[in-house]
């Protein structure tokens, strides 16, 4: 029981990072019905510019406060320079294209930090042993930052005015111009949103999980999946649906093999779109995920 919970309890913590990520693509999705491949490459830069800049001589917290604007400006400006000038922006575009974005960060990632994958130091706190379950204390800031950040976006989007004003733009595209809602707005605040949460994923799982130029492409590949859980449109889905694919992975890591890991995010996209396409949270969507 004990090895079960242990299980349980890092897969919680690992799929908390999946989960964030996840929101990143929902933000996007639900505003634009944009699926952004580039979503994991923004916790990968963000780990890595912390990183140098807690090597530059930069205390951690100061790090982190200087590196989130970066990676939404980055985010934002992505946006600017490749989907704003597309006047059809379909879901299949928007695949084809962020994937080549997402190749070309990737390849300026490694040209500036290399191919090592580095950690950050561990935030403050002490490991513990609670009913035989070692819980290290940054797996605590994991989900405690993460479902912070959960309920913050969650919160944006389904209760304030802003939030369901974006909606609107994916939901009603015409009447939202009608009423003054400027669909390029909406989107630029869509990718900071997608910024922020990817960053806060890659900052605070890095010194766990270490940062890469090629942590991303795992980070986006099981966030995406993630999200098709709530197909593409369910903030509180793709959350759950993170931590609960987390938790999956330990689970076979450790009772089957950990060579069986990453195949667990494929078998279960198999699944979704073979039998909820429109994912679990039973909404219909204009198009399948």
Partial sequence: MT??????????????????????????????????????????????????????????????????PLVVGVAVLLERMTIAPVKKMTPLTSIILTLGVSTAVKAVMLLIWGPEAKGLP?????????????????????????????????????????????????????????????????????????????????????PIYLSSWQSGLSLGLKGFVAATLGGLTSLRVAMIGGMALGVLENLVAGYLSSGYRDAVAFVVLVLVLLFRPNGLAGKTSAVRV
């Avoid at 990968?44 to 140098?52: E, K, N, Q, R």
Wanted: a neutral charge; one cysteine or more.
């Fill in 3 to 68: 090895d079960l919970l242990q299980l349980v309890f890092s897969g919680l913590a690992q799929g908390t990072i999946y989960g964030l990520v996840a929101l990143g693509f929902v933000a996007i999705f639900a505003v634009r019905e944009i699926v952004n491949l580039v979503q994991g490459e923004y916790a990968a830069l963000a780990g890595l510019a912390a990183i140098s800049a807690v090597g530059a001589g930069l205390p951690l917290l100061v790090a982190i406060v200087c590196v989130i």
């Fill in 122 to 206: 561990n935030f403050p706190g002490s490991d513990m042993t609670l009913g035989g379950v070692s819980i290290r204390s940054q797996e605590l800031w994991v989900l405690g930052i993460g479902a912070l950040v959960a309920y913050a976006v969650i919160w944006f989007y389904e209760h304030t005015v802003r939030g369901k004003s974006l909606r609107a733009c994916a939901e009603q595209p015409i009447a939202a111009r009608l009423v003054g809602i400027s669909p390029r707005t909406a989107t630029v605040v869509a990718f900071a949103v997608a910024g922020f949460t990817g960053a806060v994923a890659g900052i605070v799982g890095s």
